[in-house]
């Protein structure tokens, strides 16, 4: 996705102007997390599809980011693109139009994709639109052939909404590892305490990271002994692409076979240095 960024000095004003910071940046939580992955020295693929225009310039970001890409490019269709709105505190709206994205289809995934992979990562956005949805049903019954674990990120409460709890939870079956944040959660328990929210969630799921933003970040034992890990003070800028920079830092510690508090620890420290910039990748 293209992320158009704007941090207006005050309120809307309907029918006139508001002077605003705007910035365009790179981002895309399947891109953030693999941009993120590849910082930490993980080796990462990344699949997508995107539009022709400023094709060659993104193949190339990439690839100087250490990044395997697998892109397929459209010639109907721009790379996504998206607004966020973020206000004072560093939260943030968003204005989504996916473009190529939505044309996502099983003929862009190579059959040996999954080779020397130790885990997927998948973005909850490839569930709400029907092809897009497919690829990644099937990527998933690859992954169960083949034994590798599937991780994924909800990415957002609004479409879950939109498409039905039950129905989200019953596309995204058979994953090993939810990250989720607080909205989220409440929204696919149904409970409201952190704690049943876990309880409920992890009797679907193998692992389940809450993200709490600036509180740290929770989960459970494989005893039942809750986990949390607190975030460090730092100032906000903008939030956008926090929670992707978590699950890169997660996962890297993850695959690395560290402690569960160790993991968590690592997520809290990305998601940390996220906040502290504009834009959803590390420049």
Not at 125 to 139: E, L, M, N, T, W
Not at 144 to 160: E, L, M, Y
Not at 200 to 224: R, T, Y
Request: hydrophobic residues 45%; neutral net charge; charged residues 25%.
């Amino acid at each position: 996705m293209r992320d158009i960024i704007v941090k207006p000095e005050g309120d809307l004003r309907i029918g006139s102007d508001r002077a605003a910071e705007i910035a365009m940046k790179h981002g895309g939580a399947a891109a953030n997390q693999a941009v993120w992955l590849a910082a930490t020295g993980q080796k990462v693929k990344l699949v997508a599809r995107i539009g022709e225009n400023g094709a060659p310039e993104l193949v190339k970001r990439f690839k100087d980011k250490n990044i395997e890409t697998v892109f397929t490019i459209d010639k109907s269709r721009e790379t996504g693109m998206l607004v966020a709105i973020v206000t004072k505190d560093g939260e943030r709206s968003f204005y989504t139009d996916r473009g190529a994205n939505m044309a996502l289809n099983i003929a862009d995934v190579p059959k040996d994709i999954l080779d020397d992979v130790g885990l997927i990562m998948l973005s909850g956005y490839s569930f709400f639109a029907d092809g897009p949805r497919d690829v990644v049903g099937q990527i998933m019954s690859w992954a169960k052939q083949k034994n590798i674990k599937v991780a994924i990120d909800p990415a957002s409460a609004g479409f879950i909404k939109d498409a039905g709890v039950n129905q989200f939870l019953d596309w995204i079956k058979g994953a090993a590892i939810l990250l989720l944040n607080l909205e989220e959660a409440e929204l696919l328990s149904g409970e409201k305490s952190l704690a049943r929210q876990l309880a409920v969630l992890s009797e679907l799921f193998d692992l389940v990271i809450i993200k709490k933003g600036a509180k740290g970040a929770s989960a459970l034992q494989k005893n039942g002994t809750m986990i949390e890990v607190e975030a460090p003070y730092v100032k906000i800028v903008d939030s956008t692409g926090a929670g992707d920079a978590f699950a890169a830092g997660f996962i890297r510690a993850y695959l690395g076979k560290n402690s569960l508090v160790k993991c968590l620890e690592a997520g809290v420290v990305n998601g940390s240095m996220a906040v502290t910039q504009m834009g959803s990748q590390p420049e």
